[in-house]
């Protein structure tokens, strides 16, 4: 297998007006997983891994005048619990933009300048329903028995003038570079649904501003200054902003994205509108990949219901590798999955305690005591769980990964080494043995280590000590509960 040259990797920029969760975090964290994955591969300076906030918008100023301070402060707050929730979860980002920092708006309003320039916007009117309890407009999906819920309403049906994007231009292309791969949409059941957007012809040009009046907190369009960047527009570019497009260093290293993650509600921004605009650039399309909602026992993650998982709260309980592991083991990528909260001390108990660890205390134990702690082995990696993560499997990854565990649990009680000790003519017998499993630990360790980068640096420090001894605590204790 070819290594790649550098790896470029992107989370989706998170909202302000909410906190992050652990929808958040999963995103995050199998971002962060590939980055550490590749900086092994190909070296530290070779990949970039992008995560951050997406901050402007109605929304986000209307939050704020509830809490009674300004959008930015506000904004400040917010991003940096996304920033503190990271660092509890020892996320190895490059780099963390906003959508609030000066260089990024320069930028966007260049890229919006660029796209006039080239001929594909237009001005025209957009129209729609506007309620005006909330000053905004509102979709028909949102709209409870035709009214407004907040208000009790009918909404108006309203005019603004916009400025458009002329989508339809560049849809046989994007269906051309869908199809060859040149855009990749993974995995292939969203790639046929983008597919089957564009056949439908059920995407209309869309507008990149909006009308003053209707947002205040937001990038100035700058050659209308009744107008301000759709949000939508302003967060996309944050993907070539942060690499300093179109001059910087890093942009030419790194464009395009070899990993562009997202959650599937955000599918049609990133697979047709971030494409369309891309093509417009003249700059090359990206590699993305699409990862399922999951639900919390069943029920849809929401406010309300109060069944919000918050990381940093797993993360006090668990530690950020176990954490992360907890999360990654529940369902693959791309899966739409539910969340079972009183899973995860079980499978904690389970795989950690009693799968991983026991294995860790038995063999360090064992050669600490049959052999004094020194046992002469040729580490080589096995490259144990690799190409799953390459192929973005990671919770196949670690179930190959406990395949060796649950293999080596086995053979210690088959092969009962305490039996073996009691007579000296075992001894190689039980020197094999020992390797066998010392040998395979450290593979494990290896292999685990974009997932629990700590956990697995700690067993390593055990096992490639002069002398090995058991660990005094344990690596994975158990639940005091
Ligand atoms: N700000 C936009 C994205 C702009 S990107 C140019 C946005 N933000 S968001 O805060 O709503 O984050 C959405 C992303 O968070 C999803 O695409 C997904 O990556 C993650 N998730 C949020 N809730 C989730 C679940 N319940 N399940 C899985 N992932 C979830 O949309």
Avoid at 20 to 27: E, K, N, Q, S, V
Avoid at 252 to 275: C, N, R, S, T
């Amino acid at each position: 297998m070819k290594k790649p040259d550098k790896f470029y990797i992107t989370t989706p920029i998170y909202y302000v007006n909410d906190k992050p969760h652990i929808g958040h975090a999963y995103t995050t964290i199998v971002a962060d997983v590939l980055a550490r994955f590749y900086r092994q591969e190909i070296g530290d300076k070779n990949v970039f891994f992008l995560t951050g906030t997406d901050e402007h918008g109605v929304k986000v100023a209307e939050s704020a005048a509830k809490s009674s301070i300004s959008p930015q402060e506000f904004t400040d707050r917010v991003s940096q619990e996304f920033k503190d929730a990271w660092q509890n979860l020892d996320i190895s980002y490059n780099h963390f933009i906003r959508t609030t920092d000066k260089e990024h708006q320069k930028i966007v309003v260049d890229i919006l300048k660029k796209l006039k320039d080239k001929g594909v916007l237009y001005e025209g009117d957009y129209q729609g329903l506007y309620c005006v309890g909330c000053e905004k407009f509102i979709l028909e999906s949102e709209l409870v028995e035709g009214k407004c819920p907040d208000h009790n309403k009918v909404p108006e049906k309203l005019t603004e003038k916009n400025w458009f994007f002329s989508l339809q231009k560049f849809l046989p292309k994007i269906k051309e570079a869908i199809e060859s791969g040149e855009l990749l949409v993974y995995p292939e059941s969203r790639k046929k649904e983008v597919l089957g957007l564009i056949s439908k012809q059920a995407l209309p040009d869309f507008s990149v501003s909006r009308s003053n009046k209707a947002v205040t907190w937001g990038i100035d369009l700058p050659w209308d200054n009744s107008q301000k960047v759709y949000v939508w527009i302003d967060a996309l570019c944050n993907y070539i902003t942060a690499l300093a497009y179109p001059k910087g260093k890093d942009f030419k290293k790194f464009w395009p994205a070899d990993a562009q993650f997202l959650g599937l509600e955000i599918l049609k921004f990133h697979a047709v509108y971030w494409p369309a605009i891309l093509l417009a650039l003249d700059l090359p399309l990206p590699k993305l990949y699409i990862h399922g909602f999951f639900s919390i026992d069943g029920k849809k993650m929401s406010k309300t219901l109060g069944n919000v998982i918050d990381p940093n709260k797993l993360v006090a309980e668990y530690g950020s590798d176990v954490a992360k592991y907890l999360i990654l083991s529940q369902f693959s990528f791309g899966a739409e999955s539910d969340i079972k909260v009183e899973d995860f001390p079980v499978k904690y108990n389970a795989d950690l305690v009693n799968g991983l660890g026991n294995l860790i205390n038995r063999v360090t134990n064992m050669v600490e005591k049959y052999f004094a702690g020194q046992i002469k082995i040729d580490f080589k990696n096995t490259k144990l769980g690799q190409e799953e993560i390459r192929q973005l499997h990671f919770r196949e990854s670690l179930l190959t990964i406990w395949q060796v565990i649950q293999k080596d649990n086995l053979l210690i009680d088959q092969e009962k080494p305490w039996e073996l000790a009691k007579d000296e003519q075992n001894k190689p017998k039980l020197e094999a043995l020992l390797k066998e499993l010392v040998f395979d630990l450290y593979n494990i360790a290896v292999a685990l280590k974009p997932f629990m980068p700590q956990k697995s640096q700690e067993i390593i420090d055990v096992i490639t000590a002069k002398k090995i001894i058991k660990p005094q605590s344990p690596i994975f204790p158990r639940l005091n509960k």
